[in-house]
């Protein structure tokens, strides 16, 4: 019995998915790329790739092994390009690029949720507001109470310097599904908003017709967020 | 050079079965020699560079190639430990599933099989990227091509939590019944008549030749069944994990060059918005268990948009062409292809046509 390099190979292919499955989850990154809903996949994942990869290392010898054949290499090769290029890169996350490429959220597609009547207001219930009648009709009713957002800040090309929309994407199981919510935020000191940059903004909300804004009493810069994407 | 090796499972359905699935193992041209020295020393260097060029070039400071990254990744992270859980259900049949229960199968009549081989899906929750090793490997152990296909079709759309997270995406909705009904009948209908369609044909005019998993064609006969179970696992993985990657690739960027709020022009045109829901679906290359909220979310498109996109998506999309076509012959491709958007096309005109 002598080592089976395209056993081996296999291990390592399947340990180093293993590897990049633990770096996310270790790292805090499970929430750049999936919703809380999905978010086991991250565990579940490095857990059954680590056993198969020790499964395929253990039975790593065998009698008369083939040899390793290019196409092997090219196919490990293939698979471990995702794993350097998510190891290597920076974390970051979708941003004003993505704004106006995404659908809105669940513009009348989801049920009223009947909880905006009471608690604390949140992007969500903004995007819910923007959604349905009945939820609109409900922030309505609590106009001009001060409510605290974090998002990040998107400008449009035309809008004046004291404004601009306070963005979250909205997901379900991964980035690929995300929907963008947006709220506009006015009576911002000129030139204190920078595009892409995470804020906290404090002030009066307002449903008006369809447009929901927040009259901002003060705002501060944040760190990106642990979970920048909200689930829907 | 012409090795014509089998894995044992081939030789025995071949057997059983009197056809000749006789599956080469990449037997044919460069990629079968061995990989010298100098050929894992250049494959190990170019992986460095990317790496190198990736950490300190900061390919970030471009927008669309951070979008491209982040769908790119995401879209992975998802579909990979299904792609694994299939991949075990795979080697599950291969290694402890006796050659008799498919013979079993291969028994009923044909117009039970492919019934019955959909209903087999509502029992099995994964999502397409798994359903496509378990019905290579069912297909290897001799299982008719039929009813494989027509398990690996139904399998992602008829699943329990498919089910669940259509209902709920759904909920209160007046085209409720329209949609979540609809996606079931209208793909369990899809699934069975695509696997009457690919019925006529041999299993060797289904499976792609030169192709064989890394880990088949080095097993002796007296290995233990953990150590075989253990590679069959790995030679899945990694034959299905290629093929997604470059599926995946594909669809990361098409969502980061097409916006989707383009399509929102077509809403009101009635063929033509069922057709670009259709076309959409394929695209985004979404999971079989996310997507009913992102049809929710397409409210300017009628029920009967809604609904192409919900049994399309699961059946063809980018990644899983790049699936299909490093599995199965070009000749499956265009037939699943063909067979399935015409049946989607006219079943969702004909629900059009009734509830708008």
């Known amino acids: 019995m002598t080592w089976n390099l395209r056993r081996l190979l296999a291990g390592a292919v399947l340990a180093a998915w293993a590897a990049l499955f633990w770096f996310v989850l270790l790292s805090g990154r499970t929430g750049l790329y999936l919703s809380t809903r999905t978010a086991w996949l991250v565990p579940a994942g490095a857990a059954i790739l680590t056993v198969a990869a020790l499964g395929r290392l253990a039975s790593g010898r065998s009698g008369a092994p083939p040899p390793v054949r290019r196409s092997d290499l090219r196919g490990a090769s293939l698979l471990v390009i995702p794993v350097i290029v998510l190891l290597a890169l920076p974390a970051s996350t979708l941003g004003t690029f993505a704004l106006g490429r995404r659908p809105v959220f669940g513009v009348g597609a989801t049920a009223p949720s009947g909880g905006l009547s009471s608690g604390t207001l949140s992007m969500v219930d903004v995007a819910r507001a923007q959604a349905t009648k009945e939820d609109l009709a409900a922030l309505q009713h609590r106009n001009a109470e001060t409510v605290v957002m974090v998002g990040f800040v998107a400008t449009q090309p035309g809008e004046p310097s004291t404004e601009f929309m306070l963005s979250r994407f909205i997901i379900t199981c991964c980035v690929a599904d995300a929907t963008e919510t947006q709220v506009r935020v006015v009576d911002v000191p000129a030139g204190s908003a920078r595009p892409n940059a995470w804020v906290q903004v404090t002030g009066r909300i307002y449903a008006l017709g369809s447009q929901v804004i927040i009259d901002m009493t003060s705002m501060k810069p944040i760190p990106r967020p642990a979970d920048p994407y909200l689930t829907g | ?356």
């Open chain 2, 1 to 356: 050079m012409t090795l014509r090796r089998t894995s044992n499972a081939d030789e025995v359905s071949v057997t059983r079965r009197g056809t000749a699935l006789d599956l080469p193992g990449d037997d044919a041209g460069r990629g079968n020699e061995p990989a010298g020295r100098t050929a894992f020393g250049v494959t190990v260097v170019l992986l460095l560079a990317l790496a190198t060029a990736l950490r300190f070039g900061q390919p970030e400071r471009f927008a669309w190639l951070q979008n491209f990254f982040v769908v790119f990744g995401a879209i992975l992270l998802e579909a990979m430990p299904f792609v694994l859980i299939g991949a075990v259900a795979s080697a599950v049949i291969e290694v402890f599933v006796p050659a008799s229960a498919f013979e079993r199968i291969g028994r009923l009549p044909t117009v039970l099989q492919l019934p019955c081989a959909a209903a087999a899906g509502m029992a099995f929750p994964i999502c397409e990227c798994g359903s496509v090793p378990v019905a290579r490997r069912l297909l290897r152990r001799g299982l008719a091509p039929g009813a494989a296909v027509t398990f690996m079709l139904a399998a992602p759309i008829l699943n329990p939590v498919v089910i669940a997270s259509t209902v709920v995406a759904y909920h209160g909705r007046p085209d409720f019944w329209v949609v979540v009904l609809g996606r079931f009948t209208l793909g369990f209908i899809v699934a069975v008549a695509v696997g009457w369609v690919i019925g006529a044909r041999r299993p060797d005019e289904v499976l792609r030749k030169g192709t064989i998993d890394p880990d088949d064609d080095d097993h002796s006969p007296d290995e233990s069944r953990w150590s075989r179970f253990a590679g069959h696992i790995a030679g899945d993985f990694i034959f299905m994990g290629r093929f997604l990657v470059v599926g995946v690739a594909v669809a990361a960027a098409i969502q980061t060059v097409i916006p989707q709020t383009l399509v929102a022009k077509v809403a009101g045109l009635p063929v033509l918005s069922i057709v670009v829901m259709m076309a959409l679906a394929f695209v985004l290359s979404l999971c079989s268990e996310s997507d009913a909220f992102v049809a929710a979310s397409f409210t300017q498109f009628g029920p009967a948009a809604q609904l192409a996109f919900l049994v399309t998506g699961p059946m063809i999309d980018i990644k899983l062409s790049a699936l299909y076509a490093g599995t199965y012959s070009k000749g499956f491709l265009r037939a699943v292809l063909v067979t399935a958007s015409v049946i989607i096309l006219a079943g969702t005109l004909w629900a059009a046509v009734i509830w708008g």
